[in-house]
């Protein structure tokens, strides 16, 4: 199993400053075996030009996250990630709100994805644990599918979780048998992941917020540590 790490948040934290640190690219070298960014079309956290570093940089595996506009296509034509995620995207939502319609989209994306594949890069789509979603983005020609794991992340209600951790069973099932080789991400922490690791099917995990909120609160205490040294001195 492996685990690819989301470094949104790091360029997040930057942008809300404009200033030069964080750094995402430093990412890897904490020992992820993949990172994985969304360049949103509206830039919110990561930049073309991390994207360009993070190309130049990653040894392991580069997934770019991306919403499937002729914009997109463009900059992953060039930058050539290792993998591109497809999602929905809309404008106003704070992340990503469920997996692509790949039924309701089938039409644009069988014309879409075969540029990307052209170019030489694996496609992923991000999908709902649902038997019909899975299956067509096996006939749109993958190999690797992302099953969302939010609604089980976000569920309150104990048998609400329980139901959306049965669909993502059943969908990762599905997924493999059919010839997919299963990721899993979106809303998972350090209080919910283990029944998922459970779920031999899934390959790699894709996690950002949990990670890189724990690194501020595990930091913090040697980032305090190091300006008192300054200031004492
Ligand atoms: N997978 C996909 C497709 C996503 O859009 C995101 C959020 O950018 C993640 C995984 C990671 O989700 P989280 O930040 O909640 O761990």
């Not at 080789?181 to 917020?209: C, R, W």
């Amino acid at each position: 199993m492996r685990l690819a790490v989301n470094i949104d948040h790091i360029a997040t934290l930057r942008q809300a400053r404009k200033a030069k640190e964080p750094e995402p690219v430093s990412a890897e070298q904490a020992g992820a075996h993949g990172i994985v960014c969304h360049l949103r079309s509206d830039r919110r956290h990561i930049q073309e030009r991390d994207l360009v570093l993070l190309r130049q940089v990653i040894k392991t595996k580069l997934n770019l996250e991306m919403a499937a506009t002729p914009e997109m296509l463009a900059i992953a034509r060039k930058v050539k990630p290792d993998v591109v995620s497809l999602v929905p995207e809309s404008p106003n939502e704070l992340t990503t709100q469920g997996g692509l319609d790949v039924i309701r989209h089938r039409n644009h994306l069988a014309q879409f994805i075969p540029q990307l594949q052209k170019a030489g890069i694996r496609v992923s789509i991000f999908v709902d644990p649902n038997e019909e979603q899975i299956k067509e983005c096996r006939a749109l020609g993958l190999d690797l599918i992302e099953i969302n794991t939010g609604k089980y992340a976000e569920a309150e209600k104990t048998k609400e979780r329980e139901k959306a951790l049965a669909e993502i069973k059943t969908g990762a099932r599905l997924a493999e048998e059919i010839g997919l080789e299963v990721h899993a991400g979106h809303g998972l922490d350090y209080y919910n992941i283990l029944p998922i690791v459970e779920i031999s099917q899934i390959k790699e995990f894709s996690i950002g917020f949990a990670i890189i909120a724990r690194a501020v609160m595990v930091g913090l205490a040697q980032a305090i540590k190091e300006m008192l040294a300054l200031v004492e001195k």
